[in-house]
């Protein structure tokens, strides 16, 4: 398993923004869905060994995060694109996803063949060269999740992935991540159900910091059935689970 | 985005040309492209500016030898030019993490984070490096192509590289740990005003400070330094140790936090920290130590005695009279100071106690006039010593005869190749001791002699009388209009055959005390 969370817990003052968290994960892509201020950000930050857990276990690829041996193992074997995503703006494309390599400690040599690959995978190939100041949101976006996967991650995080992307983008994205679904677990983090339902083989929904539902797409779609809130099929899924937590 | 140009796990291992072993190491890489994307770079022409305003053209503006042209680097205006600049391009860069909102993403890589803050100091550390070495070597180039006498200092380049490191580290440090976008300005401003409270004051623990002004400091940077003497190295080192300390303490410091690495590495970061403090303390110890010789700032700790020992050198030597010699640095103003003094030398020469030679000796003191002349020994020689390294701008003196200046007088270059202005600056203190030597100045008839021989040898009237003021020495000149002055008028009046054939005959007689006024010719 790559990811194994027991009992997990963290607080920001008197909040307990995660308050027992139960999820394991391994390779496949995994939509975390919940309202806002559910605690999914800070799940993946935990998970991203941002900030640690005040309880609970917690194992990412095998390894405990809590030692820094391990730790750094896991880092390097990890891609994190968190929600705000941070940028230089003097940087390049290419320069940018190049930074991230190297300080993920990939060998230069092998570095530069594969920023070129995770610059084309995300779109940018045409903007590989220009200074991120001048790149849109969408574009930033892109270039973020570009540093994100430059080393092959064999856990990779993506919070709020497809924000600022165009609808032909995030087709072109949810392709790319059932892709990367198929060598890593892929956790992202987002509120479009759709995504979750084009790309994710698994999917966890998260209220006032717990996990209220963990199946399948499928399954989240049948906990909708009869369920009238929501457009589509798992949003009135999405609702249904919503509703019985807060009952 | 593309999910069909997806190549194989690992990629091709494609080589660049053209780039550096070196850079293909990932720090050697971080540390390529940080020096592509360093604000420094920007911030560079700014100092080329200020360097080519400030440094280069005093510099260039004073004679062309070695100790001079290098007067106003020893005096630490390189450092000044650059550091500001330094400093907040530094914390600019140090606090780039937070302001940009990336500390997140680069805080979880693998690479510990110290290796990734000294690739981005490295880089704005490297810029700034290059810049000040390129000024200092373009400097160097300049007074070499002009063929100046004497040889390159290298010391105080040295020190003004290190200089330039821990201002950069220290910049970087503070952006690091005060990530606001207010440091870099602040920093920058307070580096300025630092300095400039160094160059404005003179205390012992001042002399740590690589900025130094001649008008206060302990020590300011003798114009001869390394023409009569070996140029001191005791205060390069206790810089260097200062200097280096602060930036070793500055780069311990980031990797102290706990996302710069493992506990390992962290206590590995804090003994450098500690080191370095112990070095700038060692170095505040060595200056408390510290005491100010003619030649320099001598370290006991630190000192070679051979340093003691005087460079020893062929003069050379020019002069019809008397013989006039220089050391072979200042060969070149020979000529013009052998013009200049002949007038004098030719109305002494030959007379009982007269001296037999002019001989060029070391400043004595940290503020010297621009020429002090003393008579001394048997047969009597005048030491002479220039001041020929100071900007003669900077001195205020009467200003050359007809000039009609009685304030700046002139660039040193100007000063020291021009006939009537060394004849109106050096001359006077020169004659003054030798005629007062020959003469004496106790009562009225030698009182007039030496009026009238100074009149004679060129020297303006009341020139005398302003240097005596300069200097706040007691006019021994005869007022006009008094007995004394009259007679003094009427044997600078005479023949020169004439006046030198009396002196010849009455000087013993005359210095004795044994010739009255009316005796005169």
Redesign the interface.
Known sequence: MNIEIADLTRRFGRTRAVDGVNLRADTGVLGLLGPNGAGKTSLLRMLATVIPPHSGTLRLLERDPSEHGPRREIRRRLGYLPQNLGYYPGFTVVEFVEYFALLKEMPPRRASAAVATAVERVGLGDKAKAKLRTLSGGMLRRAGIAQAIVNEPDLLLLDEPTAGLDPEQRVEFRSLLRELGQGATVVVSTHLVEDVGAACAEVALMHQGRIAFQGTPDELVARGAGHGAGDAPLERGYSAVLAAARA | ???V???A????????PGIPDA????V???LF?EL??STMMWMVPLALLAFWLDTYRSSMALSPLWSSRTLILRQGAAVDDFAPFAVGAAAWVGG??HR????????????PRWA?RLAAWGATAGWAMGAYLACVGVLYGAIAREGAAGSPPWWPVVVGAVALVACSSLGFAAGVLVPSRFTAPLAAIATALVLRQTLRSGGRYVLLSPVTSPAYSLAPPKPDAGVFFPYLPDLSYVHLLFLGGLAVTALGVLGVQAVCG??GLRRLAAGVAAAGLASCGFAVALVGTARVEANGVVVPALHDAADDRPLAYTPVCGGSAITVCLHPVYRAYLPTLTAALDPLLREVAGLPGAPVRVVQVALSERMSPLADATVSGEPPVVRLALDIGYDGAMWVGPGPAGSGSSGHCCTSQQMWTSVPRITAEVLPQVAGAVVDHLVGHADQAQQAVRQGLLKAAGVPPDTMAVFARIEGAPDTLPRPGTPAYTAGERFAALPAADRHAWLAAHLPALRDGRVTLEQLP
């Open positions: 985005m593309s999910a140009t997806v190549p796990r690992g990629g091709s291992r494609r080589t660049r850079c293909r190491t990932a050697g890489r971080l492209l592509r994307r780039r993490d940009r909102g990336i500390r997140e993403q680069v805080d979880i890589t693998p690479l990734g493992r506990a």
